[in-house]
């Protein structure tokens, strides 16, 4: 039987969502005096692996893919695109296994959360025992992490998340902005329900 393990997901930038779209065709040509231009690829190999999804129902063409290597670098690129006269979209991309154009940016920017791995201290997998915590075991996790490397992890302390989805090689970031509803979810509750606490990046003014 499975041990509960409550996740604290840092970075959890699939809830970022779409600004408005931008009326121009490129981006604006100050991003690239910023420090992350050297994590932001504007090359058709870049570029062409970001159009498609899982659904392969809707093909949106970005016009940069950011690579970033720190949360603020993604808060960066935000924030730059909200203070900018042509806002552009920003979309979080991890393995692509949404539907409906979730993870696109038509003419806009496309982060690809999956570069966060073992990059940073923002990311990672990392599992705690607190025995004068409520929570007992738990994991702090990146948004860019798949879940089977989350399950790999607490096995080695002899424990396992209690509810997650059918398929384990997605991002925990992508599962948890859609629910993470599996068949463990009547028992359990979806994933979003085991879920202690959460980062996310936003633009505040």
């Not at 910023?34 to 016009?63: F, H, M, S, W």
């Not at 690129?77 to 979730?102: M, T």
């Not at 993870?103 to 073992?118: C, F, P, R, Y």
């Not at 997605?170 to 994933?191: D, E, K, R």
Request: glycine share 8%; net charge neutral; with cysteine.
């Amino acid at each position: 039987m499975a041990d509960i393990v409550f996740l604290i997901v840092s970075c959890l930038t699939f809830i970022i969502g779409k600004l408005s779209p931008s009326t121009s065709i490129s981006l604006p040509r100050e991003l690239l005096t910023l420090y992350i231009c050297n994590k932001l690829r504007l090359d058709n190999n870049a570029i062409e692996l970001a159009p498609r999804d899982y659904g392969k129902l809707v093909q949106e063409t970005p016009l940069g893919v950011l690579y970033p290597s720190l949360v603020d670098d993604i808060a960066t690129q935000l924030k730059f695109s909200y203070d900018s006269p042509n806002r552009f979209s920003i979309a979080a991309r991890g393995r692509s296994h949404s539907i409906r154009g979730q993870a696109m940016a038509h003419n806009g920017v496309v982060v690809q959360m999956t570069s966060l791995k073992h990059c940073s201290y923002d990311s990672g997998i990392r599992v705690f025992r607190n025995p004068s915590s409520l929570l007992g075991f738990y994991a702090d996790v990146g948004g860019g992490e798949l879940w089977i490397d989350v399950l790999l992890a607490t096995l080695e302390h002899g424990r396992a998340p209690v509810s997650w989805t059918d398929y384990l090689h997605l991002t925990v970031g992508g599962t948890l902005s859609n629910a993470g509803i599996s068949g463990q979810a009547f028992v359990y509750g979806p994933q979003i329900s085991n879920v202690h606490e959460m980062d996310v990046i936003t633009v505040v003014r």
